[in-house]
């Protein structure tokens, strides 16, 4: 073929082209016409999706963009999906998400009847899905799909609290936008796989709480925009790598209990934004890297329960803003060293069962703040501790916050030193296992917890909660110290009673009554008891009391003590006296009143009842309900005493709790917190029946306040986030009932129990095991399940996180609910499987409280 011929082939073919494209610009769609055909149909497509799935029952197509928890963008196709506690017949199987290309959000959280059954790969298909979040879904099982590795756009993943399982897909790796990735508490297994480390702009983790296995792989360092870590309660082996020091911007980690071992890498001194640093309950070893120094914002330190050895690095002293140290449980060696005492910030401080020896540091005298110092089980010797017995010569307050004070089973020497009664707030002295001798100091005789055994010591001089030392013997011992702090504790008492005066205005606002009882108030020497006939005085007090003899006593504490008077109708009250050196202080006279108008007007029937109170020539005392069984605490503590009350008995005890809280927190305007619910301030009549007491450190919450607060409360009760942030809320008394609850069906304060909670219990622990062993287990079904109501219900109470309590008014009407029996024998439940189903109460709580928003 000629090149004239070709020529001629490819202009004909040339034009050939161009008519085509003349006739396919004559005839085209326009654009706006052709997208708008599309997104109709798309639309249309996307309803009959959402109306297949049956989650919302019959509607009108076009009312598509109106349902309940749908949005539409401005051309009418969904982009986000937030739909939950739904009571429908519909699955998870009946939604086709392939029709649904544009969403953008999904949020299927807590919706138990909504869901089943696995995770549809299928959600793989939603490629424009920046938000996934199907967490709190009990009955959602299955793996999670590879599929869902194509959705690259994904920024959140929350799938936690569910139960899934099998690995983690290396697919995960493509998500190279995501910032917040949140896999905790289900049954993922397998290793983490090193493709996490593709995951370069992620800035919080969470896969803690799983069966995860293996090492921690390298390439978690690259996630250098990590500042929330957990790996918590899983299975993890090998060393720590030392990559980790590259995430320099991590605020928070958690690595307890796994089977991690080696030492702790000297890169974690790279960490300088480290706040909060757990390795608990690991099999760790060698020293404490003298790094640690250098994490000086680190609030929080717990590497306890490990086999970690050598002495304590004394650059542990530039931590000054240290609230919580734990080391115990370890082999540490060497002694203590004396920069502990600059750490001016710590609360808490456990150096327990490890071989520490030599003396005791004079510096820990400067730690006025600490509450719990447990130097238990080491080798320390020398005489019982100068930091103690010098109180009094220290600055004003050295340790005049400690509540706990654990010194047994070490080497040391000599007599109790009396300096031990400055402690005005200590409840918990174990001072067994020693080498002293002499007599026992009565005031400490009085404390909530003691443990004097196997020392050379005198016998107590009476016997505890039965008998009481008169309180001039502690105020003649702290006369001296409390001269300095008497102004502080005063205005801090005045600055409480003010706040609590407001109840008086909030719950039960009665003008003329206030006006009456403030001109009531103006006389110098009044006594007003209410209830009766006006013309009981101050001598009949002092004559029904012998004018306060120790015989009538019943029992003291931080402000005064309490006596068993019988008016002359016959009636018994219960009298608490306020300590003389409070009362001869003149602006605690504006305190005291306060404290009588607010007490006057909290009622509820689970609540102590204030009669009245008197201020006689600067004597002052308040008039109770008088309560023949004393508190809980000492029922509990004497066998006798414990057996009687029966597992009904018991429920109802901690249903009056529930009751009386829920009204605090939620009947009163602003809430109260209590502050102090303890099963010392938790009191019994003659019927068993409970009481709630003692509202001195009560607190009204502000909802335009910070509610920061100092530290109140008692040791062992105290929710563990006033340690950290000092900011009160409902949720702090929440915690504490849940440590009483426990505390009454165990029979004990469940101490060992509380640290073991933030993983799940063995599964060979059943709550028969621990409940009180001084009743026989109820065999009632019925009662039974109440027992497994209860403990379920403090298991909830006791999470860490205060978000995630339930709320006391959701616990009080679970008790008010049908009771369920329960179908199986009581020594076939674990607390494992209590533990797991902790989470129905946040739930329903969580329910309850959208539904009364709503």
Known sequence: MGNDTISSSIYSVMLLVISMAACVSTFSIPSSAKSSSLSSFSSSVEAEALLNSGWWGNFSLANRCSLKGITCNRAGSVVRMEVRLFDSDGWLSNMNWSSLPNLEYLDLSYSYYLLAGEILGEIGTLSKLTHLDLSNILNIGGVIPPTLGNLTQLVHVNLSRTDIGGPIPSSIGNWRNLIHLDLNSNNLNGSIPPEIGNLKNLVEMNLGLNHLQGPIPSSIGNLSALTYLSLCSNQLSYSIPPQIGNLKSLVEMDMSSNILIGSIPSSIGHLSNLTWFYLDLNQLNGPIPCEIGKLENLVQLNISLNNLDGPIPSSIGNLSYLTHLSLHSNQLSSSIPPEIGVLSSLTYMSLASNMLDGVIPSSIGNLAYLTHLDLRINLLTGPSPNIICGLKNLKIGG?????????????????????????????????????????????????????????????????????????????????KEIKHNNLFFCLLFIALLVILVLVARSCFHNPQKIQSEARAMNHVDICSIWNYDGRIAYEDIIKATNDFDIRYCIGTGGYGSVYRAQLPSGKVVALKKFHRFEAEDPTFDHCFRNEVQMLSNVRHKNIVKLYGFCLHNRCMFLVYEYMEKGSLFCTLRFDVEAS????????????????????????????????????????????????????????????????????????????????YTMVVTEKCDVYSFGVVALETIMGRHPGDLLSSLTSPPSENMMITDVLDSRLLPPTNPIVAGDIVLVATMAFACLDPKPKSRPSMLHLSQEFLSRRKALAAPLRTVSLRNLWNRKMDFVHQSNEHVISAQV
């Open 399 to 479: 340790l005049c916050r400690l509540e706990y004070l654990g010194l047994g089973r070490n080497d040391l020497v000599g007599p109790i030193p009396s300096g031990l009664t400055y402690l005005p707030h200590l409840a918990y002295l174990d001072l067994s296992q020693n080498n002293l001798f002499g007599n026992i100091p009565a005031c400490l005789c009085l404390l909530a917890t003691v443990n004097f055994s196997y020392n050379h010591l005198n016998e107590c001089p009476h016997e505890v909660c039965r008998k009481a030392v008169d309180s001039s013997y502690c105020v003649a011992n702290k006369g």
């Open 644 to 723: 009687e009350i029966g597992w009904t008995q018991r429920v109802k005890i901690v249903e009056a709790m529930a009751h009386a809280l829920s009204y605090l927190h939620h009947d009163c305007t602003p809430p109260i917190v209590h502050r102090d619910i303890s099963s010392n301030n938790i009191l019994l009549n003659s019927q068993l029946e409970a009481f709630v007491a003692d509202f001195g450190t009560a607190r009204l919450l502000h909802p335009d306040s910070s509610n920061q607060t100092v530290i109140a409360g008692t040791y062992g009760y105290i929710a563990p986030e006033l340690a």
